[in-house]
């Protein structure tokens, strides 16, 4: 027996030796609920804090083994008065402890309680009743919940959430922690914090621990730190100072998220919008080019009208390709698909080469020149009839440096560009080759018409399949 059991009983062995009349005025006095029955489990006395305690007043005499409107187990389910404490130890004839019950109320309001009924025996020792003492545990059961519940959240968040003593030592580290920074539990409790913080920014733990021992709170502080592997991360520090029952700050409670992938996410966008910008300007410097030269070349403003829009849509169709492969480039057979649709047959050009995919920059200027190409042929060569063919075919020699491509046109109607100084011919002969750190050449007969371009294959090729 415990020394507070001892103590109880010795308690109800000096009430036991008053008179009734004392010893029920002295109960009555009582803040805790207690009550008394006769050893058939008939409620003979209940003070007020009892009655307060069942929100009821059970009649005298009457009702029996407890006073309370409805009883249950602690899992909730329902316990009938003669199954509770109180009736158990009287019909065992023993006191019994360590149970725990809930009672409801008339109102419905429930509250949890820890009986300890005590059997009464006269002089002889028979048992003449018993008292039974309630103690409310209501609001220790809900903070042990809370408390379960928080330790739940804790262990499950993917936040690292540890802490730690104001000298730095941790004291708790949860399963976020040790995926964050991949030390165990083990590992870190009793460790300084300073093991995940990179040598150069040691001087932000006491400035953080400064910050703590004065009552603030630091929000979203964005910092490096070190995992067990070595690698830095960003992480979000949330800090908030831990206090003990009176209130004295003796520690500091760290939540720390794992930006790293955000950052990178932050600085792909940041580049990206950079190779936008100089990307527009120069679709903006390739649009003017267009204008300038068409203009300087057509008198009809209809006709320039129509050829700066065309030129233009050509531009996007090879804008669209890249779009499509988030600008990582596009493949030759792709490109040419693409700029010859709007023209004539495909069925009517030939394709052979290995599969390449261009850098966004050939892609563009490549693309420029095969819509000259096909726009041509739509008006004077194999796109304007039925008969004739065209090849294209590319390859890659110098032992992997340079990279050839030809269009041919043959065998349809007598070829010929639409102007000897036209756009066209400057494109094919001096903008796409020049751009693409190469040359161009255009050879034409009536029956024949070929285009070849070389270029460094670094200027060329996002990457070979």
């Given amino acids: 027996m415990d020394i507070a059991q001892s103590n109880f009983s ?16 002295l109960i009555m006095a009582l803040p805790i609920p207690v009550y008394t029955t006769d050893k058939s489990g008939i409620i003979t006395f209940y003070n007020r804090a009892a009655a307060e305690f069942w929100g009821r007043e059970p009649r005298i005499g009457e ?19 003669d199954e509770c404490p109180m009736a158990m130890s ?35 020792g028979d048992v003449v009743g018993a008292l039974n003492m309630l103690v409310d545990v209501t609001d220790q059961k809900r903070n042990e919940e809370s408390a379960q519940h928080l330790a739940a959240i804790v262990e499950s968040s993917d936040d690292a959430i540890v802490s730690k003593t104001l000298a ?81 700050i003796i520690g ?97 050009i030939a394709i052979s080469g290995p599969l390449m995919v261009l850098q966004p920059n050939a892609v563009q200027y490549l693309g420029i020149a095969f819509h000259e190409l096909a726009t041509n042929s739509a008006k004077y060569g194999v796109f304007s009839a039925e008969r004739g063919n065209i090849t294209v075919d590319w390859h890659v020699g110098d032992d992997g440096r340079t990279f050839y491509l030809a269009w041919t046109e043959s065998d349809g109607p007598p070829i010929k560009l639409a102007r000897n100084h036209g756009f066209g ?28 371009v070389r270029a460094p294959m670094e200027n060329i090729a996002a990457s070979i399949v």
């Fill in 10 to 25: 010795s308690s109800l062995a000096a009430l036991h030796s008053m008179d009734s009349f004392s010893r029920d005025s």
């Fill in 63 to 81: 009702e029996q083994w407890c006073g309370a409107w409805k009883l249950y187990w602690p899992d909730g389910t329902p316990m009938q008065h």
């Fill in 90 to 124: 009287l019909r065992e004839g023993r006191d019994v402890r360590g149970l725990e019950a809930i009672a409801e109320r008339p109102d419905g309001s429930r509250v949890a309680f820890r009986p300890s009924p005590v059997l009464l025996r006269d002089n002889v």
């Fill in 168 to 248: 730095g030592v941790v004291r708790s580290w949860n399963k976020g922690a040790e995926r964050v920074f991949g030390y165990t539990a083990e590992e870190m409790i009793g460790r300084s914090i300073t093991t995940v913080i990179p040598p150069e920014r040691l001087s932000e733990e006491a400035s953080i621990v400064g910050r703590v021992r004065k009552g603030e709170r630091i929000d979203h502080y964005e910092t490096i730190r070190l995992r067990k592997d070595g690698v830095r991360i960003h992480v979000s520090l949330t800090v908030s100072p831990v206090k003990d029952s009176a209130g004295r």
């Fill in 252 to 348: 500091a409670s760290k939540i720390a998220r794992d930006i790293t992938e955000k950052r990178e996410k932050e600085d792909r966008i940041v580049m990206l919008m950079r190779e936008v910008n100089h990307r527009v300007k120069n679709q903006y410097a390739v649009i003017l080019s267009m204008i300038r030269e068409t203009g300087n070349r057509t008198e009809d403003n209809a006709e320039f009208e129509q050829r700066v829009r065309e030129r233009i849509m050509a531009l996007a169709r090879s804008h669209d390709l890249l779009v499509h492969a988030e600008w990582r480039g596009a493949t030759i057979s792709d490109l040419l698909l693409a700029q010859i649709k709007p023209f004539g047959d495909e069925s009517s």
């Fill in 425 to 452: 011919k400057i494109v094919l002969e001096r903008v796409t080759p020049l751009s693409l750190g190469g040359e161009g050449i255009l050879e034409q007969t009536p029956k024949r018409l070929v285009w070849t």
